[in-house]
């Protein structure tokens, strides 16, 4: 079993950057971040595998956000540019075991609790 533990959100005025972390309690393969407001559900952000050779974004934030990973600390990072309202919501960080990438919520193993990012207009 991997625990993931999310930190870095807070609250911003659109145009601000964040970085988020994501430190997990043993090695996994891809990790990717995902986001969810209320109501709605789990939105894929980024994903990159385990060497960082590939990296995969959603469009929304596509030339913004940057995901990148630590392997010897085991941490994920995603670090947000020019932030906008809409990027307000709860950052989830995701793992999986099989070494292929994915961008779909239940394909991924473990996740973490959650951080909370708020962006002012």
């Known amino acids: 079993q991997v625990q993931l533990q999310e930190s870095g959100g807070g609250l911003v005025q659109a145009g601000d950057s964040l970085r988020l972390s994501c430190t997990a309690s043993?090695?996994?393969?891809?990790m990717a971040w995902f986001r969810r407001t209320p109501g709605e559900e789990r939105e894929f952000v980024a994903a990159?595998?385990?060497?960082?050779?590939?990296?995969y974004y959603a469009d929304s934030v596509k030339g913004r956000f940057t995901t990148s990973r630590d392997n010897a600390e085991n941490t994920l990072y995603l670090q947000m540019n020019s932030l906008k309202p809409e990027d307000s919501a709860i950052y989830y960080c995701?793992?999986?075991?099989?070494?292929?990438?994915?961008?779909?919520?239940?394909?991924?193993?473990?996740w973490g609790q959650g951080t909370q990012v708020t962006v002012s207009s």
């Open positions: 990159t595998n385990w060497r960082s050779t590939s990296t």
């Open positions: 995701a793992a999986r075991y099989t070494n292929v990438i994915k961008t779909k919520a239940d394909e991924y193993d473990f």
């Open positions: 043993g090695r996994t393969f891809p």
